[in-house]
């Protein structure tokens, strides 16, 4: 058991590694294209996208987990909105400015600024727990059916 354990450890370090060291050659690409050709908005939207996956990837260890049991797939709807919510609120604060969206911006006011002022180098983070809280809502619910007799003599 303790094996199996170190070995399914080792795998999950080495494709978290592989995935940053390969995300990182596509990101160094994508900003030097950017540099080239002056359009941003590849890099902009990627450099979000691989972050939220590296999330995606440090839980999903603990999804594999849910997979071996049995039960019906529900959400944690609660964590999704007191955590996730605000956290994707933080992701999306530069793109949001960056295409100037005027409705969005008009329902955040200049929080949705103070946000991107705020949170300018901790937005890798921000992102990849994103992506570990998105992977982490998902949970299985086995139902128990307990009963409660009562002997009636």
């Excluded at 007191?82 to 400015?97: D, H, K, N, T």
Aim: charged share 15%; net charge positive.
């Amino acid at each position: 058991m303790r094996k199996n354990s170190w070995l399914k450890t080792f795998i999950h370090a080495i494709v978290l590694v592989g995935y940053m060291l390969i995300s990182n050659k596509f990101l160094v690409s994508l900003e030097d294209k950017a540099q080239r050709t002056f359009n941003i908005l590849p890099y902009a939207l990627w450099s979000k996208v691989v972050f939220i996956v590296l999330g995606f990837l440090v839980g999903i260890s603990y999804l594999y987990g849910e997979f071996n049991k049995s039960g019906l797939w529900k959400v944690r709807v609660n964590k999704l909105i007191i955590l996730g919510l605000p956290l994707m609120i933080c992701v999306l604060a530069p793109l949001i400015s960056f295409f100037n969206l005027q409705p969005i911006l008009s329902l955040f006011g200049n929080s949705i600024i103070y946000l991107q002022a705020q949170f300018s180098h901790m937005d890798k983070a921000i992102e990849v727990l994103l992506g570990y809280t998105i992977i982490t809502s998902f949970y299985k619910y086995e139902r128990s059916y307990t009963y409660s007799y009562i002997n009636y003599q």
